[in-house]
């Protein structure tokens, strides 16, 4: 016997709903679609033209399915998308930092060269994105399928008291403030450790931190530098708001103080070979070097990243005001 349009509806409606209630549903499904065939066969349609229009009103059977056992079909609902988002954002925003920072560490301190640092960098970078989105979204899969419409405490409910500050638009006086407080300490501390010194041993005296080779060319274009950033934020402040010019102002300042910086650390001008020897007791381990490499992957690292956060701040803040307008 030839299975009509109605059997195979029902049969593939069927292979999804679990079988306590597969006799039950099968049944209730087969009296509505006949009830709805009579109706319009009732009305003069054709019985074979009926069935075909009732099953495609109908629409996919396995959707119709999981209406009927509430079953979702998404893989993070909108009771959890939010909570899951916000998550997965902080995660990324933390751990591949944290991850490419330690490889990058330990390879150093072992001898590695560049390229293999590189190299094995960008694989635990996209590894470390790629596993933070699978786990994240398999555990709020988990709880989401496991509850059952239950509340598991995940995600609280919404008070007035959520709603967040608006954000600065780093235009105000106390931003002015301190901006020329920060660049007046850093100016300062550097002209310290360039005439007085950073630390005091009882063998060496005074001894800088940053190398004296530094002084007066690179230090000079340093301070000249600060004093463009000054001004920068002069001009943001009698302007109102951060635009898309003064953010890409800075970005140009941020990329020539860091990338000298970082020039000079490769090239091992930056920070003072006597420094780390003076400071450390004399070891035969060698530990003078080993903290003189570790401190400047770490002055790196410090130089990048605040680079990076201060120009994508600039940016965001433009952004704000110009939709702020």
């Known amino acids: 016997m030839n299975a009509t349009l109605t059997d195979r509806y029902i049969d593939a409606a069927m292979r999804t709903v679990p079988e306590k209630q ?29 069935e075909r229009a009732v099953l495609t009103d109908l629409g996919d059977p396995d959707k119709l399915a999981a209406g009927y056992t509430d079953r979702p079909l998404w893989l993070i609902g909108p009771r959890y998308y939010l909570t899951w988002w916000r998550l997965t954002k902080l995660l990324w925003a933390i751990v591949p930092a944290c991850a490419v ?5 330990g390879m150093t301190i072992a001898g ?16 470390v994105i790629v596993h933070i989105g699978f786990w994240t979204t398999l555990v709020f899969f988990i709880i989401e399928r496991s509850e059952r419409g239950a509340d598991s405490g995940v995600v609280s409910a919404w008070k007035i008291d959520d709603l967040p500050e608006p954000k600065d638009t780093g235009a105000k006086l106390s931003d002015l403030v301190a901006s020329l407080v920060f660049l007046a300490v850093a100016a300062g501390a ?4 360039h ?4 630390a005091y041993t009882t063998e060496s005296g005074w001894v800088s931190f940053l190398a004296p080779q530094l002084w007066p060319w690179w230090i000079g274009a340093l301070l000249v530098l600060m004093l463009f950033e000054a001004l920068l934020a002069i001009s943001v402040y009698a302007k109102g708001a951060w635009d898309v010019g003064s953010a890409t102002i800075n970005l140009i300042l941020n ?16 920070l003072n070979p006597e420094f780390f020897p003076a400071v450390i007791p004399p070891d035969p381990t060698d530990s ?5 490499t570790i401190v400047s992957i770490v002055f790196a690292f410090l130089i990048i990243g605040i680079a990076i956060w201060d120009s994508i701040d600039a940016f965001l803040k433009a ?7």
Not at 288 to 292: L, R, W
Not at 319 to 325: D, F, G, N, S, V
């Open 22 to 50: 597969r006799a039950d549903l099968a049944a209730e499904l087969r009296a509505s679609i006949d009830d709805q065939i009579d109706a319009r066969t009732a009305e003069g349609e054709p019985q074979d033209a009926a």
């Open 101 to 105: 920072f330690g490889v990058t560490l």
């Open 112 to 127: 590695e060269s560049f390229g293999e640092i590189m190299g094995t960098v960008w694989a635990v970078l996209i590894g």
């Open 190 to 193: 550097i002209l310290w450790d």
């Open 195 to 198: 005439f007085v010194g950073f």
């Open 255 to 270: 990329i020539v103080v860091a990338g000298g910086a970082l020039w000079l650390l490769s090239q091992q001008q930056l």
């Open 288 to 292: 003078a070097e080993t903290v003189t």
């Open 319 to 325: 952004r704000r005001a110009r939709l702020a307008c």
